[in-house]
């Protein structure tokens, strides 16, 4: 054998010797595996932070007044059929409380699997583009026509046509400048806004349309929900001085045997709740 071949047929005799294996050392292992996992854990924080981009301004498009005791945020896609649902209720809950004490935030949200979620979305900045009043026009259009540019009903059509059609449409009904809105479903500035707003979306959970966030907090309403189902959820959380404020208390709807307290903790869902324990708006009994 040559020397360097006669080292290594050392070294392998004396490992075996010993009874041990350099690779097969339990301590050595367990190191090893710490040492990827902590690698791993890293680069996948790395490279799920570096993938969102700080939007500047912040994202949504806002309604009220930014000093509002209370924030409300939806997302939604202009294409989805129950975002198009709760929409009529979320102006009846913003014209209720009214600019001063409720901050309305609006956020896109389109949906890869509804065909032409996209281009409305982007169509609807461009219209922002115009002023902020043409933007919530754009949105309403949208909801009132939504069938016309499903699945179904533009599955024939090239994506020009859609654009052609989408900017004629707004045109005609609200008087906007078709060009400037064929252009903006083309604009790269836009759809970098679109693109950073929807990554934004992600990090916060969002995972389907509507998805609300009260004062930054999940909410899991339903599509069904009235003005007064989200008074039931808004009210308490206003000053006590405030016309709007209630102290939410537990009520008997006699479900619960004595001396447990029913707690109503979101629109129709109930807990029992012992001695101990509060009744908490969107969470329900809690020590």
């Keep these: 054998?040559?020397?360097?071949?006669s080292d290594v047929y050392k070294r392998q005799v004396s490992t075996q010797s010993t009874g041990t294996s350099h690779f097969c050392d339990p301590h050595n292992m367990f190191n090893?595996?710490?040492?990827?996992?902590?690698?791993?854990?890293?680069?996948?924080?790395?490279e799920t932070s570096a993938q969102i981009p700080i939007p500047s301004p912040p994202s949504g498009h806002k309604n009220g007044s930014a000093s509002a005791p209370v924030i409300l945020e939806v997302y939604v896609d202009l294409m989805c059929p129950d975002s198009a649902?709760?929409?009529?209720?979320?102006?009846?809950?913003y014209n209720y409380y009214g600019y001063e004490n409720l901050y309305f935030i609006l956020h896109l949200f389109p949906l890869p699997y509804h065909r032409n979620a996209y281009l409305t979305a982007q169509a609807a900045l461009a219209a922002e583009t115009i002023n902020s009043t043409s933007f919530w026009q754009f949105v309403n259009l949208m909801f009132?026509?939504?069938?016309q540019f499903n699945e179904k009903n533009t599955q024939y059509q090239t994506e020009i046509e859609i654009k052609k059609n989408i900017a004629s449409l707004?045109?005609?009904?609200?008087?906007?400048?078709?060009?400037?809105?064929?252009?903006?479903?083309?604009n790269s500035d836009l759809d970098w806004s679109l693109r950073v707003d929807w990554k934004v979306g992600c990090s916060r959970g969002t995972a389907g349309t509507p998805w609300f966030f009260v004062n930054g907090a999940f909410v899991m309403a339903s599509t069904t929900w009235t003005l007064d189902d989200w008074r039931f959820i808004l009210d308490p959380l206003y000053p006590p001085t405030s016309k709007y404020a209630q102290n939410h208390e537990f009520l008997n709807n006699g479900t619960c045997t004595l001396p447990d307290k029913s707690c109503e903790y979101l629109p129709g869902q109930f807990e029992c709740c012992t001695r101990s324990?509060?009744?908490i708006i969107n969470v329900g009994c809690r020590c």
Excluded: D, H, K
């Design 144 to 147: 009132n026509t939504q069938t």
């Design 32 to 46: 090893q595996l710490l040492l990827a996992t902590i690698l791993f854990v890293c680069l996948s924080f790395w």
């Design 85 to 93: 649902a709760i929409y009529p209720t979320m102006e009846q809950v």
């Design 1 to 5: 054998r040559s020397s360097a071949a």
């Design 170 to 186: 707004a045109e005609a009904n609200l008087g906007l400048n078709s060009q400037i809105i064929y252009a903006g479903m083309s």
């Design 277 to 279: 324990e509060s009744c």
